[in-house]
């Protein structure tokens, strides 16, 4: 524990405290406190040591980080329910392996790669090092249909934390991506596990992959997507942005339903599929229309070309121009 203790008072220091001063504050030896000081820097913490200053913090691994998540999180009802893990297939089918053995609501799993993630309709989400691949665990007592805004409410939430963590606002692509210009910067894939007798909410997995640094993607998708740094000119703070996807999907989890309405208008505010020509797509089938508008459980409304209308709510959607769709 003294190794978390440490980090936590370095993290909100604004001087050099020496190995004293942290020794009686946390009231262990001065050794602990050096012991400690070794096994950050080995985890990739920059601490500088100055004779008769003391230590101080000045940097931060650039990976996800378990620890400074959860310190970053200290005092949240989730902050000691991360996990970050070197390697999965999938995070969200790790959080459904950590939910059938009984885990809380609040569990998360962070990933540095993943070797076979998912996106909508079965596709593949390739998630090399670099990016953000993260799954939380939620168990709200609703019934199925409640939830049906969820995947836009996670959008909304989504946009807020690369925002606060980069100083990038993205744009949201109905229903369930993170874009900025017409390019692909986040993914996001909801799932429900529904208990076969009673029909009710068991549990749902969020999942969220966000591209941060710039990455060799095949010839087909790298016209197609960007990262944070590449749009903002500097490496963003991963830990820091799973820390406040993680504030943001708890503060969704809190808003339903009732506040639904709110999160919704926000969506529709920030999605650039609205008023613009689509292409709805359903096995065979492509129909041509306009995006009017969302309505309370964020299906999208087409107008198509033949005049008659349409409430979507499955099937895919292409806005003309963007990710090759013309």
Known sequence: ??????????????????GEQMSRTLGVSRAAVWKAIGSLRLEGYTIEAATRRGYRLTACPSAPDALRIAQLLSGHPWCTHVRVLEQTDSTNNEIKRLAAAGAPEGTCVVALRQTAGR??????????EGGLYMSVLLRPALRPEVLMPLTAMTAVAAMRAVEQASGLRPGIK????????????????????????SQAVDYVVIGIGINC??????????EHVTDLQTQTGRATDRSLLAAK???????????LPEGKDAWLRVFSENCVTLGQAVSVVRGDQVRHGHADGIDENAALRVRYDDGSCETVSSGEVSVRGMYGYV
């Open 1 to 18: 524990m003294t190794k978390e203790q440490v980090l936590s008072l370095l993290l909100q220091a604004k001087q050099p405290l020496s």
């Open 119 to 128: 996106g909508r309709r079965g596709r593949s989400f390739l998630s090399p």
């Open 174 to 197: 109905w229903t369930n991506d993170l874009v900025v210009g017409r390019r692909k910067l986040c993914g996001i894939l909801t799932e429900l596990s529904i208990e076969a007798e």
């Open 213 to 222: 640094s710039p990455t060799q993607f095949p010839p087909e998708l790298a």
């Open 245 to 255: 996807l993680l504030t943001g999907l708890y503060e969704l989890e809190q808003a």
